[in-house]
């Protein structure tokens, strides 16, 4: 089935320690994005990227980077984690980087402690 | 300004029901409107996806759009326990990009048996 795989689907990571999430699609999608989400908090985008090559910063950039290498992977990357950092990370793809609907994978559940 | 508002719920309803969800939104430029699904430990996935004001059906599901008062509606007709879930709206304008896209924070939705 096509759509966005996300790997790990969860870990618990000691504060301090570095840390990628991966996030690959399989859609042939332009455009592919980072976003957390935390109770009382909804969706927050953190990195996204346009097309490969390209990426942005979105509403919660700091300690988080990515990279946009290729079309199909987009790793996002905590360098030093901190408790704060806690929450359910979900990527996403969409064709095209306007209008375009969104389509999510499964999140990474990630815990500092 | 990109707020948009949602009822966090829980909106409880038995089944059978219709039910009604709604967001509110500020900005006008507003033009794509969309509502996503989530279920538990899930990513949310794309329900429907309207352009500008009217009405969108699908099934059980309808969608509204009333531009003059910036107010979008979802309804769901003959509710089933599977519809149980937290429903997102989204929306986004021309040009907007990947940071143009606002979520709400959700309405947890319960269809009792």
């Known amino acids: 089935t096509a759509g966005i795989t996300q790997a790990p689907t969860s870990q618990i990571l000691a504060a301090g320690r570095s840390m990628t999430l991966r996030c690959t699609q399989d859609m042939r999608h332009n455009a592919m994005y980072w976003y957390r989400q935390d109770l009382g908090l909804g969706l927050r985008l953190i990195h996204y990227s346009n097309t490969a090559g390209t990426t942005g910063k979105g509403e919660v950039p700091d300690g988080y980077s990515v990279s946009r290498a290729n079309t199909d992977d987009f790793p996002l990357t905590l360098a030093s984690a901190v408790p704060s950092q806690t929450s359910v990370y979900f990527c996403?793809?969409?064709?095209?980087?306007?209008?375009?609907?969104?389509?999510f994978g499964n999140g990474t559940r990630l815990t500092v402690t | 300004q990109k707020e948009v508002e949602q009822d966090p719920g829980p909106l409880s309803v038995p089944e059978g029901a219709i039910v009604s969800l709604n967001c509110t939104y500020s900005?006008?430029?507003?033009?794509?409107f969309m509502w996503y699904r989530q279920y538990s430990r899930k990513g949310p996935e794309l329900l429907m996806y309207?352009?500008?004001?009217g009405n969108k059906e699908d099934g059980r599901f309808t969608a509204q759009v009333d531009k003059s008062s910036k107010y979008i509606s979802l309804f769901i007709r003959d509710s089933q326990p599977s519809d149980s879930a937290t429903y997102l709206c989204?929306?986004?304008?021309?040009?907007?990009?990947?940071?143009?896209?606002?979520f709400g924070k959700g309405t947890h939705l319960i269809i009792q048996p």
């Open positions: 989204a929306m986004t304008y021309s040009g907007g990009g990947a940071d143009g896209l606002t």
């Open positions: 309207t352009y500008s004001s």
């Open positions: 996403a793809s969409s064709d095209r980087p306007n209008n375009s609907p969104l389509h």
């Open positions: 900005n006008s430029a507003f033009q794509y």
